[in-house]
């Protein structure tokens, strides 16, 4: 069963930390990773990454794709109050049109 | 920047009654898609539909649902007898032909059955 993981579940930190989430897969037929981040409602889209290696930057968000260990990371660096958010991580394959969600992780970032 | 637009963003239905949840696609967009998350677990497939008619549809997707574009702009969800387990945030999504730039998600319908 293809099966898409996060970690942690829930972190708390203080404005200006860095922080990093997992996300590790095991899916068969592998096509793209996305991250999205969820405040009250919409996913709103981050990165898609299909390539091992190759870091996609947005700001103070990075995020990239290992295909050999099946696991992506998103960093965010200097946080502030309004990363707060869950983030979503999925995955995308071929021959469906489904995307697979984790369960997310809750980032709540303190001034 | 485009966006998938869903309304209600709330409904409360009573169990047995039938709701329409309704979305507009970005408009250069072909593939369609409904979402839903219970209140804390994943979020999961429930439909996709492509050129006019379903191109997939997961497990949850049952008799009971049925989705619909009735003319060029809109897209729905109708679900015809509504449970209580039905209840949760439906997202609609949107993407092109080859979700280059991901999917994009709707803000969501909360059904609430009780």
């Known amino acids: 069963e293809d099966k898409v993981v996060q970690s942690p579940l829930s972190l708390v930190v203080h404005e200006g930390d860095t922080v990093t989430l997992n996300c590790s897969y095991e899916?068969?037929?592998?096509?793209?990773l996305l991250w999205y981040k969820q405040e009250k409602k919409a996913p709103t889209f981050l990165f898609m990454l299909?390539?091992?290696?190759i870091e996609k930057k947005s700001g103070r968000l990075s995020s990239i794709l290992d295909k050999k260990e099946l696991f992506s990371i998103l960093n965010i660096t200097a946080t502030q109050t309004g990363d707060s958010a869950i983030y979503l991580c999925?995955?995308?394959?071929?021959?469906?049109?489904?995307?697979?969600f984790g369960t997310g992780t809750r980032l709540q970032v303190f001034p | 920047e485009p966006e998938v637009t869903q309304t209600p963003s709330h409904q409360v239905t009573q169990m047995g009654q039938e709701v329409i949840l309704r979305c507009v696609p970005i408009?250069?967009?072909?593939?369609f898609y409904w979402y839903r998350q219970i209140l804390g677990q994943k979020v999961e497939f429930l439909v996709s539909?492509?050129?006019?008619?379903?191109?997939?549809k997961s497990e949850i997707f049952d008799d009971q649902f049925s989705v619909e574009r009735p003319d060029g702009s809109n897209f729905t969800l109708k679900i015809r007898s509504t449970k209580l387990e039905d209840s949760a945030m439906y997202f609609c999504?949107?993407?092109?032909?080859?979700?280059?730039?991901?999917?994009?998600f709707g803000s969501g319908t909360r059904l609430t059955v009780v």
């Open positions: 999504a949107s993407s092109d032909l080859v979700a280059q730039y991901g999917y994009t």
């Open positions: 408009s250069n967009h072909l593939y």
């Open positions: 899916v068969t037929n592998f096509r793209s």
């Open positions: 539909f492509y050129n006019n008619e379903i191109s997939e």
């Open positions: 299909t390539s091992s290696g």
């Open positions: 999925a995955v995308d394959l071929y021959n469906t049109d489904k995307l697979i």
